[in-house]
């Protein structure tokens, strides 16, 4: 898995002990922005390079069915906050996991 996109940390937002940034698209729905690195390193925090995609992808699921959130991921050069939030937004989730896979 890949860390490479940053969002902007602001720690006082947190959501089960992972920071977010609260993002807005079109100004009326706030949406919680979640980078994957940092719910890696809440659900590994030993370390999360050697565990295998299976099984962290399992655990992704899980925390984003334990906490009202999608999951975005998309190649860096098809990688969009704004289609992220809104996928988010038609699934009814008031968050969202965003990875570039790149």
Known sequence: MTC?????ETPEHKI???SYT???DDGVYMIKV???????DRLYPLGHYNVDYMTSGLATKKWCDENDSHYYAAPREDFS????????IANRK???VIEDLS
């Open 34 to 40: 979640v980078n994957i690195c940092d719910l890696m």
């Open 16 to 18: 089960d002990g992972v």
């Open 22 to 24: 609260l993002t807005s």
């Open 81 to 88: 906050i704004a289609v992220a939030m809104r996928e988010a």
């Open 94 to 96: 008031s968050c969202v």
């Open 4 to 8: 490479c996109f940053n969002t902007p």
